[in-house]
């Protein structure tokens, strides 16, 4: 059955589906931040893996690596990477989409010493100059991971990694069609299994699995009367526990825009032949909705949130952020008062990467949910 595969490839990092790609020869590599080309990860021969912790629950070490007041997914994956829970992984792709990340680089290149490291710089903007450069940075990527990973330097095989990508990102979307159903086929929480389960699974194994999975939603019954429909917005997130908490209100998180999630997923690459592979791919990651790194996007991105806002029929926002996360720190603040000025009810919680504070975030939730007549 897809749901129990899903499951269960969450429940470990190295999950079963990981493990027969690499007994069958193919290489798996972990990248940490949304403008890494998963297609350059997702040709044949390789995999990507979205870097995640689900193997310690202390950060002790980490945390006087990385110092304290660093976000604790940097702190905990770091813990994970010195414990030897990413061993199973055959290289790292980081972006310095913070200094939070570029910290973590520096400690990863320092202690760990992994046979494969790359550090992809990304632009800061979109206009037709850092797409030139982007483009040439992730050409110079794919340089290094087909010398070190002894793979043909073929624009086919890059294509072929578009579309594994591509067809990937096309099922994830008439997923979330199901979810933005009214009533909907799809929880929030459900929702997110399903996005993480395609981001840690190799391509040409999750792919079925995920078409299996939106043929038995046919003969599902919708999901039972909720309190409100929310968007969920912001940093980090790859806990289901944590959007179960927020489900368990009677809320239903019928859209998300939060990092790791489906703003990072959805949105496909040109597949044209006349097309240059890697103008293509910088052409996507620069043109879907942008994180707060892209410093002047701003009004782009909120036109893009309230787009979203308004397709699901959403009665109120949650925006949530790591403590400690300086990007989304910032825009937060401006997208709380953004939103609100459009007749957005919005609540704001700040969070750790492990979850706490159940009965706290629970007790807001509802009292958001009170606010709202609901």
């Not at 999750?206 to 599902?220: D, F, H, T, Y």
């Not at 999630?261 to 043109?287: K, M, N, T, W």
Request: glycine share 8%.
């Amino acid at each position: 059955m897809p749901w129990a595969t899903i499951r269960e490839s969450l429940a470990d990092l190295e999950n079963p589906l990981v493990s027969e790609f690499r007994g069958r020869g193919g290489r798996c590599l972990g990248f940490f931040c949304s403008y890494v080309p998963e297609e350059l990860l997702n040709v044949p021969g390789l995999a990507s893996f979205r870097m995640r912790s689900v193997a310690v629950t202390g950060s002790e070490t980490a945390d006087s690596l990385l110092g304290a007041c660093n976000c604790s997914y940097t702190k905990f994956c770091l813990e994970a990477a010195l414990e030897g829970a990413y061993d199973f992984l055959d290289g790292f792709v980081f972006v310095p989409g913070c200094d939070h990340l570029r910290r973590l680089y520096d400690n990863w290149a320092h202690y760990l010493k992994p046979g494969f490291l790359a550090l992809l710089d990304a632009p800061h903007l979109r206009d037709a100059d850092a797409r030139q450069w982007y483009r040439e940075e992730i050409s110079h990527l794919w340089e290094r991971l087909t010398r070190h990973f002894e793979l043909p330097a073929d624009p086919d095989l890059l294509r072929e990694g578009i579309r594994r990508t591509n067809r990937s990102r096309m099922l994830l979307e008439a997923l979330q069609e199901r979810r933005l159903e009214n009533p909907p086929l799809l929880t929030g929480r459900e929702m997110q299994e399903i996005s993480l389960f395609a981001a840690s699974t190799p391509k040409e194994t999750a792919n079925p699995v995920l078409e299996k999975l939106l043929l038995s939603l046919q003969g599902r019954d919708p999901l039972p009367a909720h309190r409100a429909r929310l968007l969920l917005v912001g940093s980090h997130l790859d806990d289901p526990a944590f959007i179960g908490l927020l489900e368990n209100t009677g809320a239903l998180i019928v859209q998300d825009a939060y990092c790791g999630g489906l703003r990072d997923q959805l949105g496909f690459v040109e597949e044209s032949a006349d097309e240059d592979p890697f103008a293509a791919i910088a052409a996507r990651y620069l043109d879907r909705l942008s994180c707060p790194r892209m410093y002047e996007d701003y009004p782009r991105r909120l036109e893009r949130v309230l787009r979203l806002a308004a397709r699901a029929r959403v009665d109120g926002v949650i925006l949530e952020n790591l403590k400690f996360c300086e990007t989304w720190g910032i825009d937060g603040n401006v997208l709380l008062e953004d939103l609100r000025r459009q007749g957005l009810p919005v609540l704001r919680l700040e969070r750790e990467y492990r979850l706490s504070g159940e009965g706290q975030i629970r007790t807001r939730v509802q009292a958001f949910l009170e606010s709202m007549g609901k």
